[in-house]
């Protein structure tokens, strides 16, 4: 496929590839004269979740009758391929509370 590489302006030849990128498979090129490298947003998105899962993000507890829900943004679902009804399991590590799926 012919694209435009918007680091150094070339137009170039380019086949899609596969880069392996924090353990995730991500699709993308990258371009023969300056090396810049480009990803598939659907693909790339799914390190950026992964890395602000590192850090923390923030949901809000709620309640259902006498038991606590936490809301699971729609992102992080995506990413672990959660869905509505599946079982994941609760577990403390090292003091902190996991979710594992
Ligand atoms: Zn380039």
């Keep these: 496929m012919k694209t435009k590489c918007y680091k150094c302006n070339s137009i170039v030849n380019t ?8 353990g995730f498979e991500v699709r993308g090129w990258k371009c023969p004269k ?20 590192k850090k923390g993000i923030p ?3 709620g309640a259902l009758g006498s038991s606590l829900v936490m809301r699971l943004p729609k992102e992080v679902s995506s990413v672990f391929d959660i869905k509505k009804g599946q079982e994941v399991i609760l577990r403390v590590k090292d003091k902190e509370l996991v979710v594992e799926v």
Excluded: H
């Design 59 to 61: 949901v809000k507890v």
């Design 15 to 22: 086949r899609q590839r596969v880069f392996n990128i924090m």
């Design 34 to 53: 300056c090396s810049e490298e480009y990803y598939e947003g659907d693909d790339i998105n799914k390190v950026l979740v992964y890395n602000k899962l």
